[in-house]
């Protein structure tokens, strides 16, 4: 198992780096570094050329901070269509070349089997779907407590299925959520505590993409099940999901911490179904090792 203070630290490190407000303003740059930052103390770096899924997407994490980035110099159509290209990319990125593609291959098209092109054309358009779904429930000024809460739900998942993952047996992908997390954590307390909110929107490519990625490896390269990935990717969408208006801000906050308390839940008990499997299967080999 990893160690706990290091992991400790490099999600705390991520935090620091991405914690000042002009880092905020910056949107997506200053979360990309202080992930890096966080990388540096686990010693996780992507191999070059990339060798394996995690690679590769360490490698994408740029593109995705770019697309993000768009939003200050270029329209909004003009992003919208950037944060799609950019989300369409994960699926194919994360499985190049691997098994799931490529074999068994008595015939191929272009390297990839059919069943592998099959599995690239239904999965590569849900995380440009999903942020699609996000931006909408998240962009009505009637509900603000979705906005608020949607940075921490994303936080929360990405620790939840980075352990999960790292319960299967993959420690790197699971390692890979705890950057991430903490580079996300400054803007889960300031939107979730009604702190003004900075002149940027949340980086929906990098955060979702994030999200989607980790799943997509705990899914094919880890032991994360398509139930469990389902509903880490859902609970995102779950708690931003519209509800009564607010008339006063303490309505508002009390809507807030129940979308905090459903996603808080729904992690609570994926966790414990996870630390249970792991405590039959894996607890007595470890006893006796």
């Known amino acids: 198992m990893p160690d706990a203070l290091l992991c400790l630290l490099a999600f705390l490190t991520a935090t620091a780096a991405a914690a000042p407000r002009a880092a905020l303003r910056l949107h997506s740059a200053p979360m990309l570094a202080a992930t890096a930052l966080g990388m540096l103390v ?21 593109v995705l901070a770019l697309a993000d980035l768009t939003e200050l110099v270029t329209s909004p159509r003009t992003h919208r269509l950037l944060l799609q290209i950019a989300l369409l990319t994960i699926v194919p990125v994360v499985l190049h070349q691997s098994v799931w593609l490529t074999q068994p291959a008595p015939a191929t098209i272009l390297g990839y089997t059919p069943n592998g092109w099959l599995l690239l054309i239904c999965l590569s358009p849900l995380p440009p779907a999903g942020a699609m779904l996000l931006q909408r429930l998240t962009a009505d000024s009637r509900q603000p407590s979705a906005a608020a809460c949607l940075p921490a739900s994303l936080v929360c998942c990405l620790l939840c299925s980075g352990i999960v993952i790292m319960l299967g047996g993959y420690l790197k992908g699971g390692l890979l959520a705890l950057p991430l997390a903490g580079s996300m954590l400054p803007w889960a307390v300031r939107l979730g505590l009604g702190y ?21 490896i705990g899914l094919f390269f880890g032991r994360l099940t398509p139930v469990q990935a389902a509903c880490f990717a859902c609970i995102p969408l779950l708690t931003a999901l519209p509800v009564l208006q607010p008339h006063t801000p303490s309505d508002c906050r009390r809507q807030t911490l129940i979308r905090m308390a459903i996603t808080l839940t729904l992690c609570g008990l994926l966790l414990l179904q996870a630390w249970t499997v792991f405590a039959v299967r894996m607890l007595p080999l470890l006893a006796h090792t």
């Open 42 to 62: 686990l010693k996780i770096l992507p191999g070059l050329p990339p060798t394996s899924a995690a690679d590769r997407f360490l490698c994408l994490l740029p």
């Open 196 to 216: 003004p909110q900075t002149t940027t929107r949340l980086p929906l490519s990098f955060c979702w993409g994030s999200l989607c990625s980790l799943l997509l």
